[in-house]
């Protein structure tokens, strides 16, 4: 139930704020007064999307706040999305704000939320139902969407459009896959060329830098012999060997009486050790180094072979190696090719066996649901002065599968006897279709109640009585009075007889300066909702009594 709505500095509209509460609240005014403007702030609580331009002149942003009692599915959301119960008791505020910059923000319970979440919310407490209404009920995939929520198929009618989808997925992956089957026979050519070349090398890592110290060692061995042998003689071996003076100078150190001279002497000792370490390294490595022109060339050609293959793949070692396993992974994934396409056309045949199973239960189970849909709605159209209309759900035989479907079926209707049914987008005018817009809306709203007794949406209605006459207004005012009965309906309505039997008048008008145009909206009471009846009428002393007849005691 919706008990406030406030709306500010959206687009002309300064600051309004309605209080609809139980039953029927009617809005009324001029076209293009700015009724639209308050279903505008409706559809952004509902997470429309938000633009800069709906930021009025009246400040930096535009604020749509909403005061509602919950319905238990609601409370049940707003604890997901808050980590908390509300009250079923306590109405909850729901509030959207649209900077001037575009930025969106959206609170519920003055917590900061998404603009997603604060719309999953609010679509389980408002169901608006715009002047395109109309329009979306020649739409049979509406038609097939209205019908499971007044049976409860929508679980069924989720499994067979997922499936679906699955479907149509499998099928563009597997037409990918051999559409590029001549292309990736092609790629794999080059790929396996590529790793041939790699296989001819086998390089391993570390390779590289082992190479280049082996033909450094190889172009210099004669050099290299050579100063081996020069550190033995120079160090230990030659007459003037440095190893037996800092021997005999360690001796004599040691036998000084000074402490700091004996460990001089000591240190000695140590750097001969060392030395010693140093002379046996170079004598053996002058036994292992042999000049060898064809290990020198030997190398030379092995690094040679690795640089040219690491100019072609990538630049360096690591590059080189990362080329190496991205093609073996290519070559596996081109292999697979085959052996995927098996797998999908598997899937495909899967799917679409899933799908009909699927379709074919959901068609079924459309058909009966129909038969006591259109029963209803058509009690509710002899109501509202079509008491010979046939409401029949027919399979259309031309349709092929969709997401919604797989068996295409819609409405059909006879509005006049003796004459053939045909589709809702041909056969009714335009006030049957706004009486059978209500009947069914009415049945839906029934059903959904009955389904779900802890509570009700607030319905609102954008001119769903256009192109009616006055006696049919005032059927169709009295339905929609009914249906407000323990919640909030609220119609936006040209209808004199309409405006006459809601609980609550508010009028919306645009008020004009030399420099400004703001919207106001104010609620008729008394002389001033007589006035406004009467005017709908047609002004003049007869529309003015007419008003008070159709006001009765509504006045007092």
């Given amino acids: 139930m919706l008990l406030e709505l406030s709306v500010r500095n959206l687009l002309i509209v300064d600051a309004v704020c309605i209080e609809p509460g139980e039953g029927l609240t009617v809005i009324t005014g001029e076209t293009g007064a700015g009724k639209s403007l308050l279903l505008d702030a409706i559809d952004l609580l509902l997470g429309g999307r938000a633009h800069a331009a709906v930021v009025g002149p009246h400040g930096d942003d535009a604020q749509i706040s909403a005061v509602i009692l919950p319905t238990q599915d609601a409370c049940d959301l707003v604890e997901e999305v808050l980590g908390e119960a509300p009250s079923p008791q306590e109405p909850l505020l729901l509030r959207r704000r649209v900077a001037r910059s575009g930025r969106s923000q959206a609170w519920i319970n003055d917590i900061p939320v998404g603009v997603r979440s604060l719309g999953a919310v609010a679509r389980l407490l408002v169901e608006l139902r715009s002047q395109n209404e109309q329009l979306r009920l020649v739409d049979p995939q509406h038609q097939q969407q209205a019908l499971d929520g007044f049976a409860g198929h929508g679980d069924l009618a989720r499994s067979y459009s997922q499936v679906h989808r699955q479907l149509l997925a499998a099928q563009r992956s597997l037409r990918e896959l051999r559409d590029g089957s001549q292309d990736s026979v092609r790629e794999l050519e080059f790929i396996r060329y590529q790793l041939a070349e790699f296989a001819a090398v086998e390089p391993t890592p570390g390779e590289m830098e082992a190479l280049q110290k082996r033909q450094e060692m190889l172009a210099g061995a004669v050099e290299w012999r050579h100063l081996c042998e020069e550190v033995v003689d120079r160090l230990g071996e030659g007459e003037s060997a440095i190893m037996p003076q800092i021997g005999a100078l360690a001796q004599r150190l ?303």
């Fill in 254 to 556: 040691q036998q000084a009486p000074d402490q700091a001279l004996s460990a001089a002497g000591e240190a000695c000792l140590q750097a001969n050790d060392i030395l010693a370490d140093a002379v046996r390294s170079c004598a053996a490595a002058a036994d292992g180094i042999v000049p060898d022109p064809q290990a020198l060339a030997e190398a030379d050609d092995r690094l040679q072979v690795l640089l040219d293959l690491i100019r072609k793949h990538g630049g360096s070692e690591q590059a080189l190696f990362e080329r190496w396993q991205a093609l073996q992974k290519q070559e596996q994934d081109l292999q697979d090719i085959e052996q995927r396409c098996h797998q999908l056309s598997q899937d495909c045949d899967r799917l679409m066996i899933k799908r009909e199973e699927l379709g074919l239960r959901l068609a079924q189970a459309r058909r009966e649901a129909a038969q006591s849909f259109s029963r209803k709605v058509c009690d509710e159209l002899k109501a509202l002065g079509m008491p010979k209309v046939k409401l029949e759900w027919r399979d259309q035989d031309d349709a092929q599968p969709n997401a919604s479907a797989f068996v295409g079926q819609s409405w059909m209707i006879q509005t006049n006897p003796g004459m053939p049914p045909g589709p809702l987008s041909k056969v009714p005018s335009g006030g049957e279709m706004s009486r059978l817009s209500l009947a069914m809306a009415v049945v839906q709203a029934t059903i959904g109640r009955q389904s779900s007794p802890r509570g009700a949406p607030t319905l609102i209605f954008d001119e769903i009585d256009s192109g009616v006459g006055g006696r049919l207004g005032a059927v169709m005012a009295a339905k929609l009075k009914h249906l407000a009965q323990g919640c909030s309906v609220l119609v936006v309505s040209h209808t004199p007889q309409m405006a006459a039997a809601a609980c609550r008048h508010y009028r919306v008008a645009k008020c004009q300066g030399d420099d400004n145009t703001v919207v106001q909206v104010a609620q008729m009471q008394g002389e001033q909702r007589v006035g406004e009846v009467a005017d709908m009428l047609g002004g003049g002393e007869a529309a003015l009594n007419q008003a008070k007849v159709l006001l009765g005691d509504r006045l007092t």
